[in-house]
């Protein structure tokens, strides 16, 4: 049974924090951790007052908590910019790991629950690692999620597991262009801050 692996169970708890028009353009996903812990960060997200919610959340277990459906527009960036495009909210999904990247790496069951929650939605979206990011990186100013080595190994993992699926475009200019937003991001001076999303700018 090697290489077999059991799905991770995945269960709703619906946050009424998102909107549902316009429909979310789903180009790509947005990765977060959460720094409280699993239960405390569902909870929190409940609350329509947080006025902020991931998608996806998954604990260190692996079992993933489904707060959004990913047709609908979910708070988690606030204000952002990826690709030169403002209100990343609206097209990319936002999957969170409960706990701290900067404290703790993510576990090994955390990365292959994200990529089992990735697979079918890879292949229906064509999506690629172009559109792969994670909070730091569209709002390099605010927010420090995630840590930059914990990054490195997700994104290795899903181009282990999915390859690039660059465009031929995306292959001559897009790498260039990410790896130079990596590098200004590295450069700019992070204030440590609680990702717990992100309110501002995330009204609808
Ligand atoms: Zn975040």
């Known amino acids: 049974m090697e290489g077999k692996i059991m799905p991770f169970p995945e269960f ?3 946050s009424p924090n998102h909107a549902t028009l316009p429909v979310h353009e789903r180009r790509g996903v947005c990765f977060h951790h959460t720094v409280m812990p699993f ?8 609350r329509p007052e947080s006025r902020v919610s991931y ?4 604990a260190a277990d692996g079992a993933r908590a489904r707060l959004v459906a990913d047709e609908h527009v979910a708070w988690h960036a606030g204000e952002s910019v990826f690709h030169g495009r403002e209100g990343c909210n609206a097209f990319l999904l936002g999957v969170s790991f409960a706990g701290d990247t900067r404290l703790a790496p993510l576990t090994e ?3 292959a629950s994200a990529l089992e929650w990735l697979a079918p939605r890879w292949e229906e979206l064509s999506w690629s690692l ?3 990011t994670d909070h730091r990186q ?10 930059p080595a914990e990054w490195a190994r997700l994104r290795a993992a899903i181009a282990g597991r999915f390859g690039t699926g660059y465009s031929a475009a995306e292959a001559q200019g897009g790498v260039v262009s990410q790896a130079a937003q990596l590098a200004s991001s590295a450069a700019t001076t992070v204030e440590p801050t609680r990702c717990a999303a992100s309110s501002a700018g995330s009204m609808p």
């Open 109 to 111: 069951a955390q990365v």
């Open 12 to 14: 709703n708890a619906a």
């Open 130 to 132: 172009h559109w792969m």
């Open 138 to 147: 569209i709002a390099p100013s605010r927010k420090d999620d995630l840590a």
């Open 55 to 58: 998608h996806v959340v998954i």
């Open 39 to 46: 239960g405390e960060t569902l909870a929190f997200m409940a």
